[in-house]
């Protein structure tokens, strides 16, 4: 059998609409995943790229992350993306295996900035009188702001290197309260320090 000019570019017309697609093509059909980090929603990405960001820790067993065909999202281990999870890495320390000097010294943070307060500004006034009115008009309240901000700080680089994923913490690390609140709620702790910090504080206030 032999065709014409025109069967030959008809059937190379037919050939050329049943080929694969191409490379970029395939990979945005593939692009079907979506997660959330740092708040926000991030994707679509391919399950290599999910596979990265889960070697890499970007992404961890508590990340939530949808495709379609979810209902809701769902916790990364509750999917197939749960057999890229290395189930050899060593776990984060908790509880008792957390050093909790530093943590106790924030919870006291805020009568800790009261007595430097008052040292700096005897230092300064050298007259008792003058440097407790300073403090009372609150002209040295930085102190007590810079040592409360830079013992969360503190104890976020603690948290890190004890592998925990200290991302969540860093936006509120400067908002004491809730720092402390969230800590604890991540760490399986009980609100001690949470409570005592508020003591602290409310002491200062009436003081």
Avoid at 70 to 88: A, G, H, I, M, P
Wanted: proline letters at 3%.
């Amino acid at each position: 059998m032999t065709f014409d000019d025109n069967q030959i570019a008809a059937l190379a017309a037919d050939t050329a609409t049943t080929t694969e697609p191409p490379a970029a093509v395939a990979a945005a059909s593939e692009a079907v995943w979506l997660y959330k980090a740092g708040g926000s929603r991030k994707g679509p990405a391919t399950e290599a790229v999910m596979v990265q960001l889960i070697l890499s820790r970007k992404v961890t067993g508590g990340t939530a992350v949808w495709k379609k065909g979810f209902k809701d999202w769902l916790k990364l281990e509750r999917t197939e993306l749960k057999v890229y999870l290395n189930d050899n890495a060593p776990h984060p320390f908790l509880g008792e295996h957390i050093n909790s000097t530093g943590i106790w010294v924030l919870a006291f943070a805020p009568l800790i900035g009261l007595v430097l307060e008052y040292l700096v500004a005897g230092i300064i006034y050298r007259n008792g009188r003058s440097a407790e009115f300073a403090v009372e008009s609150n002209k040295y309240w930085f102190i007590t702001v810079a040592l409360n901000i830079g013992l969360c700080y503190y104890d976020v680089h603690w948290l890190k290197l004890a592998g925990h994923d200290t991302s969540k913490f860093k936006g509120v690390a400067f908002i004491v309260p809730v720092y402390l609140y969230q800590r604890a709620m991540a760490l399986h702790h009980n609100l001690a320090y949470f409570l005592v910090w508020i003591a602290c504080f409310l002491f200062v206030l009436v003081a």
